[in-house]
């Protein structure tokens, strides 16, 4: 059984609780590994981060910002911990935003120096970011920094690993914890500024809510610039005993599942689109084992439950619901009680309430309040603007039982209003799903002169027509008014490089075709 939440347990610094795991793990406790294989014990990482953090105490100021630009890997981890032990605050930098993002990310975190690895860069082939980016900060690589490292910094790290208290930097738990960005799903990202005790709230409420043994393995393939990547694949896995296999890319279709089977994984972290994918081409032996898959950021479809109950037997996909500002998790189902269609019931210790909205007939606007909704965005001054009374407006249309399991609607923003009557986005894409479940689509809105506006559907089908939805809303008594009468067909619908659907460029896409008439 989890046990019980705890309010108490976020009243730590993040590197205290790291050693307190340590302490009740075991140091020599095997917590992390990457696609080196090399295999890193509490121990390792502890005298890892003094040894590093030394390093980067040198060329920093005391609660300095400092930005990291890595992939999702074992010296992330190090880094980030490396960072808290020595009192600077990460600023985790989306590599895949694009350099307008990165430098507006940047100059609203008041960031002066940017840590990253000079081979991350040149498989990325982000050379043409880095050097924009050193025309304004440091970039400091670690391959450098750990070449620089000497006998004093060794004997540094063997002391500090023996009486860490003694060397760490102390810091309180309302103290900042990350500066993360949300995802620009819809638009720019804004700068979320979590607290210590937001994420190890967060790491708390979803022991209490999903019981996990330190026997575990968690495999994490999702960026640690992601709220998800990072709480799900750094935090939880290593203040709760689980040994993390971290990866650099969700991307590796073919690589991953056979990486699952080997690394003996029990727990993967995915979306929707990427474990579509993975289950596709693994073989029944690469996943049957895993006692259950996370999923967030995206719907999961019908046909992906599906295709894993198939393929696989009884492993359960638990879909679940987050934010940036809520230090993700707001919600998420049970091994034990997985309601297919819904993103699970509210993590202990949270408050929410649904509010109507003008025009929407079922459901409402959630908003929740809790000890790990964020501190507040940052603003272009640098100043926090923290949540009104503490509540978060999640911009999500809901429903949500009364035992609080949480249906999503839509997006407040993915509504239309078409002939005077609201239309969710989100319930015209599910259309577009159930006549072609193994293809992606995405429904967006633009004006119209006589209805105020019409949805258009983008669609990788290359097929996919209007009478054939048209067809499928009559049968199941679907308002006509959700069915796209447009479409455009694509070679692949566009992903954020945290698994979203980008409604940005989709929009972009709809808007040069339609003016080139390109659209069926």
């Known amino acids: 059984m989890p046990r019980a939440y705890d309010p108490q347990a976020a009243n730590m610094c993040i590197f205290d609780s790291l050693l307190a795991a340590k302490e009740r793990y075991g140091p020599k406790k095997a917590i992390l590994e990457d696609q080196e294989r090399r295999v890193l014990t509490y121990t390792d990482v502890v005298r890892g981060a003094f040894a ?110 023996a009486a860490p208290k003694s060397f760490r930097v102390a810091t309180k738990a309302s103290d ?13 990202p804004r700068g979320v500024l979590l607290t210590q005790a937001n994420l190890l709230a967060n790491v708390d409420q979803v022991a209490a809510h999903i019981d996990l043994d330190p026997d575990w393995v968690m495999f994490n393939p999702l960026p640690v610039f992601h709220c998800f990547g990072l709480v799900g694949g750094v935090l939880i896995p290593l203040l709760r005993g689980l040994k993390v296999f971290q990866y650099p890319s969700p991307l590796h279709t073919k690589q991953i599942p056979p990486l699952l089977k080997d ?51 009884p492993v359960p996909v638990l879909e679940g619901y987050g934010a940036t500002e809520a230090s993700p998790v707001i919600a998420v189902n ?22 109507p909205v003008d025009g929407i007939t079922r459901g409402g606007k959630l908003m929740v309040r809790g000890p790990n909704i964020m501190a507040g965005y940052l603003d272009e001054q640098g ?36 002939g005077g009557e609201m239309v969710s986005l989100t319930a015209a894409e599910s259309l577009a799903a159930h006549v072609w479940p193994d293809a992606r689509h995405a429904v967006i809105s633009v004006p119209d002169p006589k209805k105020g506006e019409r949805l258009i559907l983008v669609t990788d089908r290359y097929d996919a027509t209007a009478d054939k939805l048209v067809e499928h809303a009559q049968a199941t008594g679907a308002p006509e008014l959700a069915v796209p009468r447009k479409i455009i067909k694509v070679p692949e619908i566009p992903v954020l490089g945290t698994g979203k659907t980008d409604y940005v460029a989709i929009q972009r896409i709809a808007e040069s075709e339609l003016a080139l008439g390109k659209a069926a």
């Open 52 to 161: 590093l953090g030394r390093k980067i105490a040198a060329m920093t100021g005391p609660r300095e910002r400092v930005a990291v630009l890595l992939p999702t890997s074992s010296a992330a981890v190090v880094t980030f911990y490396a960072l808290h032990g020595i009192g600077r605050v990460p600023v985790m930098l989306n590599f895949t935003s694009g350099l307008r993002n990165l430098r507006a990310a940047c100059k609203l975190s008041g960031i002066k120096r940017v840590l990253t690895s000079r081979r991350f860069i040149e498989q990325g082939k982000l050379d043409d970011i880095i050097d924009a980016l050193d025309e304004t900060y440091q970039i400091t690589y670690l391959e450098d920094v750990k070449e620089s490292i000497g006998l004093a910094d060794k004997l540094f790290a063997l002391a500090a690993g």
């Open 176 to 188: 900042p914890g990350v500066i993360l960005f949300t995802s620009g799903s819809f638009g720019a």
């Open 263 to 313: 690394c003996k994984a029990s727990i993967l972290f995915a979306t929707d689109t990427f474990l579509n994918q993975y289950a596709r081409v693994a073989k029944r032996d690469e996943m049957a084992d895993l006692e259950f898959i996370v999923c967030g950021a995206e719907k999961v479809r019908d046909e992906t439950h599906d295709l894993i109950a198939e393929k696989f037997g």
């Open 334 to 355: 049970k091994p034990d009680d997985n309601r297919r269609g819904t993103v699970g019931g509210l993590v202990p210790g949270m408050e929410a309430k649904v509010v």
């Open 383 to 418: 100043n926090l603007e923290p949540p009104v009374d503490g509540w978060h407006d999640t911009g999500d249309v809901v429903e949500m039982t009364d035992d609080n399991w949480i249906t999503i609607l839509g997006r407040v923003k993915r509504f239309a209003k078409i």
